[in-house]
C-alpha cells in the first residue's frame, strides 16, 4: 500500500489553522528568547531515524507471541510499510537489515523499490545469536566460541552480510553478539574475549574502506552469568584493538536499572567513539519498549549531550547513526514506530532549546539552581508544533496516527496479507 502525497495534504487541511495558532504562538515566545525558529525546524527536519526491518511484526516474550495480522511476509513488504512510515512521518528515509531474515532473492528489484519509496539502506545487522540450518550451532557462542571452526563461521557469516550490503549500498555493518555464558567455569572470561577480538578484526578486515563497524554492548540476556561484551567499556576496548572505523552503538536497554546513559553518551563523544543509537525504553531491562514511553527526561538529558557535543567538535553529527530497536508486543507496530518517531523528534526539539551560554555560567559560578533551571526551561517547553511543523513541510500528516486510523491502514494490510501472517524475525 502506498499514500499519495495528495492524500496526505487532503487530510491535513481540516487540521492546519489550529496547528497554525500553536506555531504562531511557540514561535512568538521563542523569537523573543532569541531562538531562530526557521533553523530549528530545518534541524528537525533532517533528523531522519532508520527504522529496522524486524520493527514491522509483532514482537513476543519467551511467554508467547500475539500476531496483530497484515504482518509483512517478505522483504519488499516490509520496505512498503517503512514507506508508510515515511510518507506520514517524515521522519525516517532508511532501513536496516538484518541477515538472514532479509537476504534479497532480487537486489536489484529491491533496490528498485527502495528507491521509489524514497528509502536507503541503513547498517546491515549480522546474526549470530540464532541457528538457522547453518553446519554448528552458536548455541554456546559464535565469534567468542571456544571452537575455532565455529568462529570462522561466524566469521564468515559476517563477511556474507557486508557483501549483500555492498551491492544495496548500505555502508555499515552492526554486530551484536549474545556469547557468554550462564554458569562459572562454562567458559574462559579471558579466552572469549580473545577470541572475539580476534574474530572482529578478521570481519573488519574484509569491510570495504567507506564503511564503519558499530559494536553493540549489553550486560546480560540471553546469557546471565557473563557477556563477553557487556558495557561500553568493553566494546571502546575491542573497537581500538580492531580499527578507527570500529566504534560503539549504544541502545538505550542495553545497561543496568538507572545507568547514567548521558555521562556514557558523553565519555563516547570525548573520545570519538560513539557509532550511534538504537533507540528503546525500558523500566527494568532490555524491555523494548516505545521511545519516550517511560523516561522521556532522560531521552532528553542524552540529546543535550548529542547536540552539545557536536557543537563543541567532540564529534561530527553527521559521524553518528540512529535507528529505533523495539519489539511490539501489544501495539500496532507501525503506530509504535510513529510514537518514536515523534518522541525522538520531540526530545531533540527539546535539547536544541537549552541555552548553552547560560548553562555553561551556571557550571562554572557553582550555582546549582541556575543550571536545572536552564533543563528545566527547556524540557517543559511543549515544543510539538514545531516538530509537527517540520513534519508538515516535508510532506508529511499533520496527525499521523488519526491519518493511519481515518484509512484503515491496518485493515487494509490485513485484508491483503492475512490475518495470520507473520514477519521474518524474532
Same mark, same amino acid.
Given at each position: 500500500m502506498k499514500l499519495t502525497s495528495d492524500k496526505i495534504q487532503e487530510l491535513n487541511q481540516s487540521k492546519l489553522s489550529s496547528h497554525q495558532e500553536e506555531l504562531n504562538f !511557540? @514561535?512568538? #515566545?521563542? @523569537? /523573543? %528568547?532569541?531562538?531562530?525558529? %526557521?533553523? !530549528?525546524?530545518?534541524?528537525? /527536519?533532517d533528523f531522519q531515524i532508520a527504522v529496522p526491518s524486524w520493527a514491522l511484526g509483532a514482537g513476543g516474550t519467551r511467554f508467547g507471541r500475539f500476531g496483530i495480522?497484515?504482518?509483512p511476509r517478505t522483504l519488499e513488504e516490509k520496505l512498503e510499510d517503512i514507506g508508510l512510515l515515511k510518507a !506520514?512521518?517524515? /521522519?525516517?528515509? @532508511?532501513?536496516?537489515?538484518?541477515?538472514p531474515w532479509d537476504i534479497p532473492s532480487d537486489v536489484s528489484g529491491v533496490k528498485e523499490l527502495a528507491t521509489d519509496l524514497g528509502i536507503g539502506f541503513d547498517a546491515m545487522n549480522s546474526n549470530t545469536f540464532q541457528d538457522y540450518g547453518q553446519a554448528e550451532t552458536y548455541k554456546l557462542g559464535s565469534l567468542g566460541n571456544a571452537k575455532k571452526s565455529i568462529r570462522d563461521q561466524a566469521v564468515a557469516h559476517n563477511i556474507e552480510v557486508i557483501e549483500i550490503g555492498e551491492k544495496l549500498g548500505s555502508k555499515g555493518l552492526t554486530v551484536w553478539l549474545a556469547d557468554?555464558?550462564?554458569?562459572?567455569?562454562? @567458559?574462559?572470561? #579471558?579466552?572469549?574475549?580473545?577470541?572475539?577480538?580476534?574474530? !572482529?578484526?578478521?570481519?573488519?578486515g574484509k569491510m570495504p574502506g567507506d564503511w564503519k563497524m558499530l559494536l553493540e554492548y549489553k550486560p546480560y540476556e540471553p546469557n546471565f552469568y557473563h557477556t563477553i561484551i557487556p558495557d561500553w567499556g568493553t566494546s571502546s576496548l575491542l573497537c581500538?584493538?580492531?580499527? *578507527?572505523r570500529a566504534k560503539v552503538l549504544v541502545d538505550l536497554g542495553h545497561h543496568l536499572p538507572n545507568t547514567n546513559i548521558e555521562q556514557i553518551v558523553a565519555t563516547l563523544m570525548y573520545q570519538d567513539m560513539l557509532a550511534g543509537f538504537h533507540f528503546n525504553d525500558s523500566k527494568y531491562g532490555d524491555d523494548d519498549l516505545t521511545t519516550g514511553s517511560i523516561k522521556p527526561y532522560q531521552l532528553f538529558l542524552i540529546f543535550c549531550e548529542l547536540v552539545s557535543g557536536a557543537e563543541d567538535g567532540a564529534q561530527a553529527w553527521e559521524s553518528i547513526s540512529w535507528m529505533i530497536d523495539a519489539s511490539?508486543?501489544?501495539? *500496532?507496530?507501525?503506530? *509504535? +514506530?510513529?510514537?518514536? +518517531?515523534?518522541?525522538?523528534?520531540? $526530545?531533540?526539539? /527539546?535539547?536544541? +532549546?537549552? *541555552?548553552? &551560554? &547560560?548553562?555553561?555560567?551556571c557550571q562554572i559560578e557553582g550555582d546549582v539552581v541556575g543550571a536545572q533551571e536552564c533543563l528545566q526551561a527547556a524540557f517543559q517547553c511543549d515544543v510539538r508544533p514545531l516538530v509537527k511543523e517540520a513534519?508538515?513541510?516535508?510532506?508529511?500528516? $499533520?496527525?499521523?496516527?488519526?491519518?493511519y486510523r481515518e484509512l484503515e491502514i491496518r485493515k487494509k494490510l490485513i485484508n491483503t496479507r492475512g490475518a495470520d501472517s507473520r514477519s521474518t524475525g524474532l
Open positions: !511557540l @514561535s512568538n #515566545r521563542l @523569537s /523573543k %528568547e532569541g531562538h531562530d525558529v %526557521e533553523s !530549528l525546524i530545518q534541524k528537525i /527536519k495480522g497484515g504482518e !506520514l512521518t517524515q /521522519k525516517t528515509d @532508511s532501513v536496516s537489515l538484518h541477515i557468554g555464558s550462564n554458569f562459572p567455569g562454562q @567458559s574462559s572470561l #579471558r579466552n572469549s574475549l580473545q577470541w572475539t577480538q580476534e574474530s !572482529l578484526q578478521a570481519i573488519y581500538k584493538s580492531v580499527g *578507527d511490539h508486543n501489544t501495539k *500496532d507496530p507501525i503506530e *509504535d +514506530l510513529m510514537q518514536a +518517531l515523534e518522541m525522538i523528534g520531540v $526530545c531533540f526539539t /527539546k535539547a536544541l +532549546l537549552v *541555552d548553552r &551560554k &547560560k548553562l555553561s555560567a513534519r508538515i513541510q516535508n510532506g508529511g500528516a $499533520c496527525d499521523p496516527i488519526s491519518v
